[in-house]
Each structure stands twice: as C-alpha cells, then as structure tokens.
C-alpha cells in the first residue's frame, strides 16, 4: 500500500500516528473507568456506618444526660452512685470514705476520691446539691445561781458555786491576787469576760462594806519589814522580798516610784499600790565613793562596770574625789547619773 498516496505519510509515520491515539485511548479510558467506579460506588462506602453511629451517641448521650437528678453525696447508698452511672469500685470507695467520717463540703470534694472518673464527674457536677447543716449548737452555760457576796473577798469556790465557769472565776480571783480592788459594784465591768448576762444578774447581789476603803492601812517601804508589807493589797512574798532587796541594795527609798525599777512592778502595779504606800522614814545609808572597794560600788544599782571602774582609777592616779563637779566628768558618767546618785553618794574619806 502506498501510504504516502492516501495520507501523505510514509509508513513510519504512519505507525507512530497510530501508536500515539492508541495511547490517548486507552488515557481516556482510565480516567472514564476511575470516575465511574470509584465515585459512583466506592469499594469501602462507610457513610451508612457512620450515619448510624452517630445516631447512637446522640442517643445514648441524651439517656446519660436524663439519668441525673440532684444528688447529695452525702447522703445517697452506692447502689444510688451506681444508678447515676458510676462505676462500682468508685461507689464502694465513697461509702467507705464516709463510714470513717467522711464528709462532702462542695462538689468538688468528690475529686479527692482516688481514681475518681472525671468524665462522670463532669456530668454529675451540675446536679450535686450538698446541704449545710446549720450551725445551731450554742455553747451551753449554765444558769447563774448568785447569792450575796463582797466582790473584793469572794473566794474561788464561792464564784463557781454562782456558776461562774472556771476561766472566769480565776480570772476574777487573778484580778484580786495582784492588787485589784472595786469601788463599787459597777466596776465589775473591769473584768473582760463577764458579759452582759453575768453582770446584769450578778450586780443585784453584789454587796460592799462602807467602811472597807477607810480601813486600808498605810505602809512606809523604808521601815516596814516583809510581815507588814504582806498586808498591802497587791503584795506577796515575792514582791515584798524584791522590794526589801532592793531597798538594801540602793541604801533606802527617797521616792515612791523607784519602785518601777522593781522587776515585775510596771505603771500599773504600781498605780495599785501607791495609794498604801508611805516614806516618812529617810535614812540613806550612802556609798562612800573615796574609800568603798570595787565590789561594794559595783553592787549599787546606780553604778555601771564602767563607772566603777572609772571612779577607781582616778583614786588610784589623782586621789580622792571632791564633789559631784569632779564625778561627772568621769568617763562613762552623764548629768543624769549624777542627779540620781546624788542622795546616795558621800565624798568623806575614812
């Protein structure tokens, strides 16, 4: 056949002409197969699937979501946890938690229990309804009993008998010890813890002597010995032994309130006391500051180390010392050591 008659084309081209729309067929054929099979009718069509699966959790979600009604957790069984949903090893573990004595305060009290579902949580959260229990327990006290008593000598004993509670009572009895006295029968509202009730139904019998402020005795602290100090209001024995101490150590008293500098005694201790305290008596036994030794000035509560140490020194370098002019230009001495020191020091040689 003359190929190059009828088409114009030598065999060779003409092969490679039919070669070229073979392969165009057999393209258009792929495609057309692959947009038919495989949209048409995939090999794995999974919607009915997943159409249905999505219709069971919408069920089953809305069954889990009417399952819950308003619960207090601390009041329902496990097999109440049970019904709401909740595993049985998680509800036997509440019920145990709570026969020990435990107690939900809020919602969220249920994640403390180990190995708590949070996911169930989380849907139960919104139906947990703890009750407060009402703190109506008031502290119990006892009726009063009162009868007629002195305020400034009633004994311990005889107030709880009232039905005062035992703080109360000592309190009260404290307030005596250290010196504390009542003018009258409204002053018992210098003691804190009577409230309202105590007083209003203890002031009726409340009952003073006249004559009791009259009869208060006065003491002077540079005479008295601790016998006699014991019978001031506010004095004991230790106070009477630290003021009779301190007396020996000064050389006497010269004012009432150089009982301040006494351990234990502050401004209202000694408010306390003032009133039955005197000094008529004014004998000074005095240092002897050109002759006394170290030890004997050192114990002078007046007197530093320093001082002291001062004061010897000049004996030993210059002599004896002349007047307080002479004193106060001592290393370690101020104008005001000198002015207190002035009653109790003596510049007499032996």
Excluded at 51 to 71: A, P, T
Excluded at 301 to 317: A, F
Aim: proline share 3%; hydrophobic share 35%; charged share 25%.
């Amino acid at each position: 056949m003359n190929f190059r008659y009828y088409f114009g084309f030598t065999r060779g081209q003409y092969k490679g002409l039919v070669l070229l729309l073979t392969i165009n067929l057999c393209v258009i054929i792929y495609y057309f197969a692959d947009d038919y099979l495989y949209k048409t009718k995939p090999a794995h069509d999974f919607s009915e699937l997943i159409v249905y699966l999505d219709s069971v959790e919408s069920s089953q979600s809305i069954v889990l979501v009417d399952s819950f009604y308003d619960f207090d957790p601390n009041a329902i069984t496990a097999d109440e946890f049970r019904e709401l949903g909740l595993d049985k090893n998680l509800a036997d573990r509440i019920i145990k938690y709570k026969v020990k004595g435990g107690q939900f305060h809020q919602s969220t009290d249920l994640l403390k229990i180990y190995g708590m579902d949070s996911s169930w949580y989380m849907r139960a959260e919104p139906f947990v309804k703890i009750e407060k229990e009402e703190k109506t327990k008031l502290k119990k006290r006892d009726l009063l009993r009162p009868f007629l008593f002195n305020p400034n000598t009633v004994s311990l004993s005889e107030l709880l008998a009232m039905g005062l509670n035992e703080k109360t009572a000592q309190s009260w009895i404290k307030y005596l010890s250290s010196g504390g006295r009542f003018k009258n029968c409204e002053e018992l509202e210098k003691l804190y813890l009577l409230n309202n009730y105590d007083l209003s139904v203890l002031q009726p019998f409340c009952k003073m002597e006249v004559s009791e402020h009259e009869s208060i005795q006065i003491v002077d602290i540079n005479s008295s010995d601790s016998i006699e100090l014991l019978k001031v209001r506010g004095i004991g024995p230790a106070f009477a032994h630290r003021i009779i101490e301190y007396r020996n150590l000064l050389g006497g008293y010269i004012l009432l309130n150089q009982l301040n500098e006494i351990y234990g005694i502050d401004s209202l201790k000694y408010y306390q006391l003032e009133a039955q305290l005197s000094i008529s008596d004014y004998s000074i036994k005095r240092l002897k500051i050109n002759s006394d030794e170290f030890k004997v000035l050192l114990k002078h509560p007046y007197l530093t180390y320093d001082q002291v140490k001062s004061i010897v020194n000049y004996r030993n370098q210059l002599g004896q010392l002349n007047d307080f002019s002479e004193l106060k230009h001592l290393e370690g001495f101020e104008v005001e050591d000198t002015i207190r020191l002035k009653p109790y020091i003596s510049f007499e040689i032996k």
